[in-house]
């Protein structure tokens, strides 16, 4: 088992020959996600998500309808502009989320949460921000309701991970592997926290995603549980502890207790860094297939 | 004497005026033949050479003065986009692109010369490599996958040429590449099962000379692709001026995640294919991937390099393949020599008699979904690699990923045709020993997948950047990190040449250009 806990000075260790994890850190993409996670969840939409690509899409909720023209100018423009991450139907891509099945769409009036995303992007997760003009941006708006009502009439999308396709596990073979070879128990335990009933609160894709690295999978598949925890002691003596924000070889950004963003340069302090996710990660290497399946069969009995 | 000495200048000025003016015109146009040799003041190709090496015998900046780079000049696009280019400098005038534009600027002053903007278009704007410079014009492509030959003098269009249909869902993001009187260039597209085209234009007249077909059009009588299409050749080949071959890495097969489709090994996507520039004929293929059923195209940069090998002297060609796996092939043929991972991958059952790594059929993607490494975005990407003959090293922006690959009957057998999600990915710099394909070291940059490419120099430095926008100066031999700067997502491809004596290192740094050099002596 590998120690979670790794103390570095100045720059990360590289061994010859060798191809090594470094110490764990955690990207300033994935904890603005989390930050914006955590304000959907305070609206209520975070828990219980399931998989985007699981579930039905969630319904409009003000029907809205556009001239076939503008559509047609909206999907030429969604092909050029969104369509590689979002994929040309706006079911999802290569690395943009379904949009068919968004929240923000489903709640969008014509272009009332759409357009600011579109011209502001999401730096945070790679979506840059968009200059183009109000015509284009309504005739995307115009578009992406298009498609989600076509969708909606057809049943759902053609990308489509159903929880009937994950049933092929042995949830007992899951549970020893939970509590044996896996070592899922040496960190998660049933009778404290709210573990004990995570088959309640995921399924499907979203319940695989938290099974192999919570926070992965898109904003359907719930927040990551816990940010690495980071102690920096200075030359001076001073130790401030926080959650981690971002660590390179050069700089080392955290939140300290009492909410301050604190920030140094790596190679003038100690860092320890305290990652709970670093298990998850070596996991990877080691499953199988069917581990995979029978402890997602195992978590499903969770409830 | 003075008499003398007048009557003679008068006669010299006018040849003096005469020759100076034919060294000018020529020296704006740039011969196709320098690109054999091409000068440290320039970076004339987007590899810089044929080689692919992304290598420079230049020698100012060191080990022991690369702390002291400092910025010389920074250019700003004023893009949303990130610069996924190389730049390519000619005759003091550096050109960059986004998709849709291109500028021109004085290498010197950093001055904008000129700006050529592509009239608005509905095809994915995704990335744009580079241009090409023949004689006195500049070559780019389009997302609608047009190929436009500028003026270098004003950007003004010369020829506009339609490479493929981008209503079929052709779109185009690569640097051409110049091979005598030949202009070859590629498309992209991957949404559709559309056939892979790489093409040759006289840059003279615009005319067509060849087209070659990775995968053939469907329907082809005596089709050997098994009922693929695709392998897009997106990225720009190398050329062996010797052997008169052209290398190029093709993309994946379409559909892309659904396999039973396209039964058998599918070539020539996923594969290197050596091609006669003359003619389009190809010499020989080889498959990095066969039947690939999950995006990793073998589009990577193919690197050729001569020297030792076990003792012979070899014409070899190194690629690392998105699919997480070092190949060094002999190029006169095509015939595997080193086929081994740098990367996590879990998906091959044996590597073959022939060097190829044969796909697991319980890695593909299917209903109940597998658990793959690398992941969709792969091992590596067209981020350039970069080979230090001195140490032999190929240092790569490497990828540790894991995905989640699904396939059901469902899904169809057009375009993407399955579905697929990301779980995590760790990204470093690693330097590969290029005989053994053996790890030396690996430098981590962080969580996701890098951006930028390497470019190695002969003082032993390696340039590139991490996930955290710094750019990056390394000691190629052990990895050491020796200089950073923090300026934003460092792009692919950092170049360096020398101008009025003064080495200079360019790097993207989201959409502004950076040039560094070492302060100037007083």
Same mark, same amino acid.
């Given at each position: 088992m590998t120690s979670r806990k790794k103390w570095v000075w100045g720059i990360f260790p590289m061994r010859a020959g060798r191809i090594v994890p470094t110490p764990v850190l955690v990207s300033a993409a994935a904890i603005a996600f989390i930050c914006a996670l955590a304000s959907a969840v305070a609206q209520g939409q975070g828990r219980g998500a399931a998989s985007p690509a699981s579930k039905p899409p969630p319904a409009t909720l003000t029907p809205q309808s556009y001239p076939p023209e503008q559509i047609q100018a909206g999907q030429a423009r969604f092909g050029s502009e969104c369509g590689f991450c979002h994929g040309r139907d706006a079911g999802g891509g290569e690395s943009g989320p379904d949009l068919i099945r968004s929240a923000l769409v489903a709640q969008d009036v014509r272009g009332d949460k759409i357009a600011p995303v579109i011209r502001q992007g999401r730096p945070d997760k790679g979506m840059p921000g968009s200059n183009l003009s109000d015509s284009d941006i309504a005739a995307i708006v115009a578009f992406i309701h298009d498609a989600k009502t076509k969708a909606e009439s057809e049943g759902g999308g053609r990308r489509t991970v159903d929880v009937a396709d994950l049933q092929t596990g042995n949830a007992e073979a899951g549970k020893a592997y939970f509590n044996g070879a896996g070592g899922c128990a040496k960190c998660h335990s049933l009778t404290s926290g709210d573990f004990a009933k995570i088959g309640a609160r995921y399924e499907g894709l979203a319940l695989l995603h938290r099974l192999l690295y919570p926070g992965s999978g898109g904003r359907g598949s719930g927040p990551a549980p816990a940010r690495p925890t980071a102690t920096v002691t200075t030359r001076d003596g001073q130790v401030v502890t926080g959650k981690l924000v971002q660590l390179d070889e050069f700089t080392i950004l955290l939140t300290d207790a009492n909410g301050w963003s604190r920030s140094w340069p790596v190679k003038q302090v100690r860092i320890s860094v305290d990652n709970p996710l670093q298990a998850h990660v070596d996991q990877l290497a080691k499953y199988t297939d069917k581990d995979m399946h029978d402890v997602f069969a195992y978590l499903q009995t969770l409830r | 004497?003075?008499?003398?000495?007048?009557?003679?200048?008068?006669?010299?000025?006018?040849?003096?005026?005469?020759?100076?003016?034919?060294?000018?015109?020529?020296?704006?146009?740039?011969?196709?033949?320098?690109?054999?040799?091409?000068?440290?003041?320039?970076?004339?190709?987007?590899?810089?050479?044929?080689?692919?090496?992304?290598?420079?015998?230049?020698?100012?900046?060191?080990?022991?003065?690369?702390?002291?780079?400092?910025?010389?000049?920074?250019?700003?696009?004023?893009?949303?986009?990130?610069?996924?280019?190389?730049?390519?400098?000619?005759?003091?005038?550096?050109?960059?692109?986004?998709?849709?534009?291109?500028?021109?600027?004085?290498?010197?002053?950093?001055?904008?010369?000129?700006?050529?903007?592509?009239?608005?278009?509905?095809?994915?704007?995704?990335?744009?490599?580079?241009?090409?410079?023949?004689?006195?014009?500049?070559?780019?492509?389009?997302?609608?996958?047009?190929?436009?030959? *500028?003026?270098?003098?004003?950007?003004?269009?010369?020829?506009?040429?339609?490479?493929?249909?981008?209503?079929?869902?052709?779109?185009?993001?690569?640097?051409?590449?110049?091979?005598?009187?030949?202009?070859?260039?590629?498309?992209?597209?991957?949404?559709?099962?559309?056939?892979?085209?790489?093409?040759?234009?006289?840059?003279?007249?615009?005319?067509?000379?060849?087209?070659?077909?990775?995968?053939?059009?469907?329907?082809?009588?005596?089709?050997?692709?098994?009922?693929?299409?695709?392998?897009? #050749?997106? #990225?720009?080949?190398?050329?062996?001026?010797?052997?008169?071959?052209?290398?190029?890495?093709?993309?994946?097969?379409?559909?892309?995640?659904?396999?039973?489709?396209?039964?058998?090994?599918?070539?020539?996507?996923?594969?290197?294919?050596?091609?006669?520039?003359?003619?389009?004929? $190809?010499?020989?293929?080889?498959?990095?991937?066969?039947?690939?059923?999950?995006?990793?195209?073998?589009?990577?940069?193919?690197?050729?390099?001569?020297?030792?090998?076990?003792?012979?002297?070899?014409? #070899? $060609?190194?690629?690392?393949?998105?699919?997480?796996?070092?190949?060094?092939?002999?190029?006169?043929?095509?015939?595997? *020599?080193?086929?081994?991972?740098?990367?996590?991958?879990?998906?091959?059952?044996?590597?073959?008699?022939?060097?190829?790594?044969?796909?697991?059929?319980?890695?593909?993607?299917?209903?109940?979904?597998?658990?793959?490494?690398?992941?969709?975005?792969?091992?590596?990407?067209?981020?350039?690699?970069?080979?230090?003959?001195?140490?032999? *090293?190929?240092?790569?922006?490497?990828?540790?990923?894991?995905?989640?690959?699904?396939?059901?009957?469902?899904?169809?057998?057009?375009?993407?045709?399955?579905?697929?999600?990301?779980?995590?990915?760790?990204?470093?710099?690693?330097?590969?020993?290029?005989?053994?394909?053996?790890?030396?070291?690996?430098?981590?940059?962080?969580?996701?997948?890098?951006?930028?490419?390497?470019?190695?120099?002969?003082?032993?430095?390696?340039?590139?950047?991490?996930?955290?926008n710094n750019a990056l100066a390394l000691r190629t031999s052990d990895g050491t990190t020796l200089w950073h700067s923090t300026i934003g997502r460092v792009g692919n491809g950092p170049i360096t040449y020398e101008l009025d004596g003064r080495q200079y290192v360019l790097f993207g740094g989201g959409s502004t250009l950076y040039a560094f050099a070492l302060p100037e002596k007083r």
């Open positions: - | 004497m003075p008499t003398r000495d007048y009557r003679l200048r008068r006669h010299a000025l006018p040849v003096i005026i005469a020759v100076t003016l034919v060294a000018a015109a020529a020296a704006q146009s740039v011969d196709p033949a320098l690109l054999l040799k091409p000068p440290v003041d320039s970076w004339l190709t987007y590899h810089g050479d044929y080689t692919g090496q992304r290598h420079s015998k230049l020698s100012a900046i060191t080990p022991e003065n690369v702390h002291q780079l400092t910025l010389a000049w920074a250019f700003q696009t004023g893009q949303n986009q990130s610069l996924k280019m190389s730049p390519v400098l000619a005759n003091g005038v550096i050109y960059l692109t986004t998709p849709d534009n291109v500028w021109a600027i004085d290498a010197r002053t950093a001055r904008q010369l000129w700006r050529y903007t592509h009239p608005q278009n509905d095809a994915f704007h995704i990335g744009q490599r580079g241009v090409a410079v023949y004689k006195d014009m500049v070559y780019f492509t389009t997302p609608d996958a047009h190929l436009v030959g *500028l003026d270098a003098r004003d950007g003004k269009v010369r020829h506009d040429i339609v490479i493929a249909d981008a209503k079929r869902g052709f779109w185009s993001t690569n640097a051409p590449l110049v091979i005598r009187n030949h202009m070859i260039v590629g498309v992209a597209g991957d949404f559709d099962n559309l056939p892979g085209i790489l093409k040759s234009y006289d840059p003279d007249t615009g005319k067509l000379q060849w087209t070659f077909y990775s995968t053939p059009p469907p329907g082809t009588p005596g089709s050997i692709s098994g009922g693929a299409t695709g392998g897009q #050749m997106w #990225m720009t080949g190398t050329y062996d001026p010797e052997l008169n071959l052209l290398y190029v890495g093709t993309g994946n097969p379409t559909p892309v995640l659904n396999g039973e489709a396209r039964p058998g090994d599918n070539p020539w996507t996923c594969s290197i294919v050596a091609i006669n520039p003359d003619t389009g004929k $190809l010499a020989w293929g080889f498959q990095a991937s066969p039947h690939d059923t999950h995006d990793w195209d073998a589009a990577e940069v193919p690197v050729l390099v001569d020297g030792d090998f076990n003792g012979t002297p070899r014409k #070899m $060609l190194l690629q690392a393949s998105r699919n997480g796996y070092y190949f060094v092939l002999d190029r006169t043929n095509g015939k595997a *020599l080193v086929t081994k991972p740098f990367a996590a991958v879990n998906w091959a059952k044996e590597i073959d008699k022939d060097g190829r790594p044969i796909p697991n059929p319980d890695k593909e993607p299917k209903r109940d979904g597998r658990l793959v490494a690398p992941n969709e975005a792969g091992a590596t990407n067209y981020r350039s690699p970069g080979f230090d003959p001195a140490t032999g *090293l190929l240092v790569v922006s490497a990828v540790d990923a894991w995905g989640i690959y699904f396939f059901k009957k469902e899904h169809g057998a057009y375009g993407w045709a399955g579905a697929n999600s990301s779980v995590y990915s760790r990204a470093a710099l690693r330097a590969i020993d290029y005989k053994t394909g053996e790890i030396k070291w690996s430098h981590d940059i962080g969580e996701g997948a890098g951006a930028a490419g390497v470019l190695t120099t002969a003082t032993g430095l390696t340039f590139s950047g991490d996930n955290n």
